[in-house]
């Protein structure tokens, strides 16, 4: 595949115009795919909720009702009046705002979710612009991630995963082409703003200097990007940390659920687990979230202290469930939708199908990039590999999945087209391309 983070080069005189002119040709097309893709995904996930909409129930009934209170101006507290910090606040901030211009209602929240979705396809199919220089795996990788049924599935649901996902695809869009460390001061403010939506990469910047080491061989700069990477993540964190000292009496980096979700794992390797019965369930002991997230962190870690070898044994396992079918939103569209046991089995069936042959090639992707564009693997596989350890302590399932594919989907688009691209492929020599037009 020709380029290296799509970089642009050009001279002066009249083959730096022709160059100049070339470059401007190819970021107009690769604009105008992103905002096809964006509409694509806008006409198909919105003939979706217009007929897919069930009433948000469990987590999502708390979301709904977090930002209704937050937009009547009582804060980010429970029911009962009390503050919390149990669920991360930045989605039910994200959709407190739209409800102070609509009011509480599940369809606007519902065409947020399209939105964010229609974003992502569109910075989904720039960032595989980027990492390989060529506007056919760019579209690709747009295709796929649009023509996922889970998606559409997820997108019936007043979840997190959205956000977060828009967000995460905006910060390795910026860490694939950033080599100063402003640019990864907005990747880590990007990050920062992901991590109050789902505190997932809180420990991301410790993957980003291995992933910097790898791409750059050069300790000095890796350490230079991660510092300034932390430091922005950590700017844009501290005001909700702040809040949660004064508040709840502790300074709860994001959220009060992170141990109680460390304990959890202990309990079960896939699927949720919760006990009622005090004397299986230690947590039950204390009604205060932050006193019952610590006893979760320090139990979760007495536990896996006393059992190193059963974190390793039962990875596979964990594993296996995060990446496993896409059972969870379509099963959920008929425990409280209307869908019936048949439709949900039809649609999970088919949305397994188009799954499974997109990792199949996103697979066939990861290997070409491997031979040909190691530091754009770099990138996108130490991800993936954060992400996928990072869940090993966790209870796993498709849900937590979410977030990934628009990696896979990047992926698969190099897959897609790895065979038209041999012949300028075998032209390079490792990881040396020729340069390529920066967009």
Known sequence: MKGDFALCQVGTGV?????????????????????CMAAVNL?????????????????????????????????????????????????PF????????????????????????????????????????ELRVAVAAG????????????????????????????????????EGASRFAVAGALAGLACLVRPTLLVFP??????????????????????????????????????????????????T???????????????????????????????DEVVRDRMGTDLAFEFWSEHPGRLVAEA?????????GNETPFRWLHIHGDWSPETYRQWQRAADLVYWALMA??????????????????????FLVFYTALWCLFPTWDRFRFPLMPVFAVLAGCGFLSSRNRDTSASASGDSPRPRSRV
């Open 143 to 178: 295709v796929a991630y649009t023509l996922l049924p889970s998606g559409w599935a997820w997108d019936s649901q007043l979840g997190s995963e959205q956000t977060f996902t828009v967000l995460v695809v905006a910060m390795l869009l910026v860490l694939a082409g950033a």
């Open 15 to 35: 083959a730096g115009r022709k160059a100049g002119r070339k470059c401007a040709g190819v970021g107009a097309r690769l604009w105008l795919a992103a905002a």
């Open 316 to 324: 596979p396992s964990r594993i296996a469930g995060l990446y496993s």
């Open 43 to 91: 006409a198909i996930r919105g003939t979706w909720i217009a007929a897919v909409h069930p009433a948000p129930s469990s987590d999502y009934a708390w979301y709904f009702n977090a930002a209704t209170r937050l937009a009547d101006g009582l804060g980010y507290v429970q029911g009962n009046g009390e503050p919390t910090a149990y669920w991360p606040v930045g989605w």
């Open 361 to 382: 090639v996103a697979c066939v992707g990861a290997v070409v990039l491997g031979r040909r564009r190691r530091q754009v693997l770099s990138l996108l596989g130490g």
């Open 257 to 287: 659920n992170g141990g109680i979700n460390l304990y959890q794992g202990t309990r079960t390797t896939s699927g949720y687990w919760w006990s009622s019965d005090p004397a299986d369930n230690p947590l039950l002991r204390t009604d």
């Open 206 to 255: 410790a993957a980003l200097l291995l992933i910097e080491l790898l791409r750059r061989r050069a300790l000095r700069r890796a350490l230079l990007h991660t510092v300034a990477f932390t430091l922005a993540m950590s700017v844009v964190i501290a005001p909700w940390t702040s809040r949660n000292a004064v508040v709840l009496g502790s300074p709860v980096p994001v959220s």
């Open 94 to 133: 994200t959709l407190s705002v739209i409800f102070r211009f609509t009011g509480p209602s599940v369809a606007a929240g519902l065409v947020l979710q399209t939105v964010l979705s229609a974003v992502t396809a569109a910075l989904v199919t720039v960032l595989a612009h980027r990492l390989t220089g």
